[in-house]
């Protein structure tokens, strides 16, 4: 079983950054794709992006150019760099991880974090 353990969710102003770090158990960490999602009061659960155990990337348009996920295998810990923040992207932002092929479902991802918030003000 793998435990995800996120860190570093807080309140800053639009235009503002913000860096998430989700620190997981287990040796094999690198076996896993790293995602991460977000839910806003009211609104369904949503994609940001992942990344893969060989470093590939992918996102949601979005945050396409204004997020970078990165992962640090020796660590067991994988980020999400916000930049350009805007107030739309306040939510609860959680990591998962997957065994299987990447996908945009929160049903792809096994294991999950508490979530942190993330509030962006105008």
């Known amino acids: 079983q793998v435990q995800l353990v996120e860190s570093g969710g807080g309140l800053v102003q639009a235009g503002g950054s913000l860096r998430l770090s989700c620190a997981a158990s287990g040796r094999t960490f690198s076996n896993y794709g790293m995602g991460w999602f977000r839910q806003a009061l009211g609104k369904e659960r949503e994609f940001v992006g992942d990344?893969?155990?060989?470093?590939?990337?992918y996102y949601a348009d979005s945050v396409k150019g204004r997020f970078t996920i990165s992962r640090d295998n020796a660590k067991n810990t994988v980020y999400l760099l916000m930049n350009s923040l805007k107030p739309e992207d306040t939510a609860v932002y959680y990591c998962a991880a997957r065994l299987g092929v990447l996908a945009m479902d929160w049903d792809a991802y096994s294991y999950w974090g508490q979530g942190t918030q993330v509030t962006v003000s105008s």
């Open positions: 990344i893969s155990g060989n470093y590939g990337t």
